[in-house]
């Protein structure tokens, strides 16, 4: 999915939903005239529905590529949006005019479900915009999903068993009321928080799916604002403020997959040059109390007497005429910090730069990736290869941890 956002598509986007809005304030009194708050329920249903496939889309495809790249941000996106998704569809059930649900749907029950859901989306957004991204060893799907459950059961519970007890937040005819308006102004102030943090971020790294997400808090801050200004449920400016929500959930889906491009662009691309780059790239997998090699690319495979067919399976020490003991001794190293771990060493009168890292396979297995470089070149006065060819590299060392 490729996209085409720019800094002045970003503006512009932006300028026009505050000019709707304003316009829409000028001329309100026209435009009622020929709204017919009838069918609202209806049209509300249908925004509502498209927020719902999109925050259930986020949510499966986060699940899913969670199991191959294990990222936490990932996780955390997925489960925002499950929660968020299940609480909307309260929210869309409880809706005045809809049939009955548990309990009859009414104001109230319909409006604290909205604000429930948007408390927790701008919580958790900000959360997936602040955060560092790091990766998790183990598998935490089914923990996030039951933790969504759990919280999404909850939340139901207590509104609807409580719904005559708790504060007003809607008076249907004359607006909204302070609490609700204190709550809506509370989620504005996260949400343009998030809107700064992911400006700044686009600014550092110029990368689109963070002007995306920018964007994005943009239509959902537009949108906390018109939710304080509405005299019911059923007018004008509750249909504008769902219609900026089903934008400002767009926006999030395509930047969650153009981010997804990338990723996978960039994993194309590396794949494509692995057999052109000059050193070697090379995967490995633990067997016992050995590394054992399970693909090999790169012109450096030239010079080791070995068909590409008989390397893999083999363990990398017998590849890289390294020490046997030092070279598994980094491999643990990097599994046990699960960090990069770059170390040198001498290999058939060559000089290598090593860098190794802990990753995951497609399977959520735990592997090594590495890559060799030749520096021989690059420091003619720091390596004699004729002084060290009959030497047995016990003195490869580590350079630094990545």
């Given at each position: 999915m490729k996209s085409s956002i720019t800094e002045t598509k970003f503006l512009l986007y932006t300028v026009s939903a505050i000019f709707l809005l304003m316009m829409v304030r000028v001329f309100?009194?026209?435009?009622?005239?020929?709204?017919?708050?009838?069918?609202y329920v209806g049209i509300h249903s249908f925004l509502e529905i498209i927020c719902i496939a999109i925050s259930i889309t986020i949510f499966l495809y986060g699940i899913k590529k969670f199991s191959t790249i294990k990222s936490l941000r990932l996780l955390l996106?997925?489960?925002?949006?499950?929660?968020v998704g299940m609480i909307d569809i309260f929210h869309t059930l409880s809706?005045?005019?809809?049939?009955?649900?548990?309990?009859?749907?009414?104001?109230?029950?319909?409006?604290w479900f909205w604000v429930i859901a948007r408390i927790i989306q701008s919580i958790l957004m900000l959360a997936l915009v602040l955060l560092p991204d790091r990766k998790v060893r183990r598998d935490y799907r089914f923990l996030s999903v039951a933790l969504g459950l759990l919280l999404t059961g909850t939340i139901g519970f207590i509104i609807i068993s409580f719904e005559k007890s708790l504060p007003l937040l809607?008076?249907?005819?004359?607006?909204?009321?302070l609490l609700k308006n204190s709550i809506e102004y509370g989620v504005s102030f996260i949400l343009f928080i998030s809107l700064m943090v992911s400006l700044y971020q686009y600014y550092m790294d110029k990368r689109e799916d963070k002007l995306l997400f920018a964007l994005a808090f943009v239509f959902l801050l537009l949108t906390e604002l018109?939710?304080?200004i509405y005299q019911s449920v059923f007018d004008l400016d509750n249909f504008l403020g769902h219609v900026y929500k089903v934008f400002g959930f767009?926006?999030?889906?395509?930047?969650?997959?153009?981010?997804?491009?990338?990723?996978?662009?960039?994993?194309?691309?590396k794949g494509k040059s692995m057999l052109d780059h000059p050193g070697l790239f090379f995967g490995l997998k633990r067997q016992g109390n050995h590394f054992i090699c399970t693909n090999i690319e790169g012109e450096l495979l030239k010079d080791i007497h070995y068909g590409q067919k008989e390397i893999v399976g083999r363990p990398i020490s017998e590849i890289l005429h390294i020490h046997h003991a030092s070279m598994n001794d980094y491999c643990y190293l990097t599994n046990n910090l699960q960090e990069c771990v770059t170390f040198e060493m001498e290999f058939l009168d060559k000089f290598l730069l090593?860098?190794?890292?802990?990753?995951?396979?497609?399977?959520?297995?735990?592997?090594i990736l590495g890559t060799a470089m030749d520096m021989t070149g690059m420091f003619p006065g720091r390596f004699n290869p004729k002084s060290f060819r009959n030497e047995e590299n016990k003195n490869a060392k580590v350079v630094s941890h990545c």
């Open positions: 309100l009194s026209q435009i009622n005239n020929i709204y017919n708050p009838i069918n996106l997925a489960f925002t949006f499950f929660t809706y005045k005019g809809m049939p009955f649900f548990i309990t009859p749907s009414s104001v109230q029950k319909a409006t809607v008076v249907e005819g004359k607006g909204t009321t018109i939710f304080t767009y926006f999030i889906l395509k930047g969650f997959y153009f981010t997804e491009f990338l990723d996978e662009s960039s994993q194309l691309n090593i860098s190794i890292k802990p990753s995951v396979d497609e399977y959520g297995g735990d592997v």
